[in-house]
């Protein structure tokens, strides 16, 4: 059986179960990541990989460019939760570089250093997400809405993970819904599926029809591979983890991976492009965000 299987698939599939066990204790690459979710993602890659991955229709650069010009127009606004993570720092500051929104709102625990002159038009929105419903205003006015929240079961536990992945999610989406949000982007990952056994897979699954669920008049949802990012703490694991990835990406570019600064970049480009014939719900795999997230 082995024989028939394409040596970049092999190479996407062994390479990074090597990466497993020279890491020892593995914590992810990305918050939540943990041996179950690895695990589960190098199945669900396996499966998929036999089969090409359904695209997306890419724009071209220079539809992309008029597609932001009238957006500009707009004069949108957006939130942000989950700003401190390495996708939303990514998304912010992609955000700003564009200028595609009169006002920014980041929404989180915790307020974030923002002194430079570059986030003038950012304001933020401290709340208490067991609380949520005290900060419903927080939500208040904002056509975009952008979800980076995650954590790590090693971080919260099983259960802290499950209220923040898909609990705090779902709550903030409700709120975003009934303050006017129409369009809401969420990052989930790769394989998310409601009913897998692996927890991390079937909490971000369960986050995503809960979202959709809410009924936004549009509904745009990332499915990246294992996120790359060069973090401020060192992680001997993690930097094990990135140079073997990194070796499955001259093989495979999108099978595995993809750094966050794409991700951010797709989720920016998709926003500003109108959905095909209307749909309400999209779904965008690791290799429809490269491709969209590829255009500068």
Avoid at 162 to 191: I, M, N, P, W
Wanted: glycine content about 8%.
């Amino acid at each position: 059986m082995l024989r028939n299987v394409p040596f970049q698939i092999l190479a996407g599939v062994l390479i990074p179960l090597c990466a497993l066990y020279i890491s020892g204790l593995y914590k992810g690459v990305t918050p939540g990541f943990s041996h179950s979710a690895l695990l589960g993602q190098l199945n669900i890659f396996f499966a998929q990989s036999l089969s090409p991955e359904s695209g997306m229709a890419v724009p071209t650069p220079e539809e992309l460019k008029t597609a932001r010009e009238s957006f500009q127009g707009k004069n949108a606004t957006c939130f942000i939760l989950g700003a401190s993570g390495e996708t939303g720092k990514e998304l912010l500051a992609e955000i700003l570089r564009q200028k595609l929104f009169s006002r920014v709102t980041l929404i989180g625990r915790r307020a974030l250093d923002l002194k430079e002159p570059l986030y003038a038009n950012v304001s933020q929105e401290i709340v208490d997400f067991e609380k949520l419903d005290e900060s419903a205003a927080a939500f208040q006015g904002h056509d975009v809405g952008f979800c980076c929240l995650g954590t790590t079961r090693a971080k919260a536990g099983a259960d802290g993970f499950v209220r923040v992945d898909r609990d705090y999610v779902e709550h903030s989406a409700k709120l975003a819904k009934a303050g006017g949000c129409r369009h809401f982007v969420l990052q989930s990952t790769k394989g998310a599926d409601s009913s897998s056994s692996f927890l991390y897979l079937r909490v971000k699954g369960e986050a995503e029809a809960r979202v959709q669920a809410v009924g936004f008049d549009r509904c745009s949802i990332f499915r990246p591979a294992v996120l790359l990012c060069d973090r401020r703490e060192f992680r001997p694991a993690e930097w094990i983890s990135r140079k073997i990835l990194g070796v499955v990406a001259l093989v495979s570019p999108t099978a595995m991976s993809v750094p966050t600064v794409t991700v951010a970049r797709a989720m920016v480009n998709n926003v500003v492009m109108p959905a095909k014939d209307g749909q309400k719900v999209e779904v965008l795999e690791n290799a429809a965000i490269h491709a969209l997230g590829g255009i500068k």
